[in-house]
Nanobody, 125 residues
Framework: QVQLVESGGGLVQAGGSLRLSCAAS????????MGWFRQAPGKEREFVAFIRWPGANTYYADSVKGRFTISRDNAMNTVYLRMNNLQPEDTAVYYC??????????????????WGQGTQVTVSS
């Protein structure tokens, strides 16, 4: 089992920045794909970004490419999502997720086995 706890959400004005953190505990952290998803009110949960290990390959949704950066610190069992130039359409609950197989694509909810409880990000215009 893996436990994931997100933090770092909050209220920010458009153009501002936030950094989300996801602390993992339980099984070995370094073998997972770690991803971020988000869910706005009335919408489906959507992929935001993932990072693989080994290799630290990353991939982003088009809507956040160039603004968001995912990274991980295996020594701290933590994955981060740095969000710059936030816009009102980025308002959502952001979820951290972990996959226990490195061979999955990492782009859909079904690729992931463990989820955090979510952290709210609200961007005001």
């Amino acid at each position: 089992q893996v436990q994931l706890v997100e933090s770092g959400g909050g209220l920010v004005q458009a153009g501002g920045s936030l950094r989300l953190s996801c602390a993992a505990s339980g099984r070995s952290f370094s073998t997972y794909i770690m991803g971020w998803f988000r869910q706005a009110p009335g919408k489906e949960r959507e992929f935001v970004a993932f990072i693989r290990w080994p290799g630290a390959n990353t991939y982003y949704a088009d809507s956040v490419k160039g603004r968001f950066t995912i990274s991980r610190d295996n020594a701290m069992n933590t994955v981060y999502l740095r969000m710059n130039n936030l816009q009102p359409e980025d308002t959502a609950v952001y979820y951290c997720a972990a996959a226990n197989s490195p061979v999955r694509r990492g782009l859909t909810k079904s690729d992931y086995d463990y989820w955090g409880q979510g952290t709210q990000v609200t961007v005001s215009s």
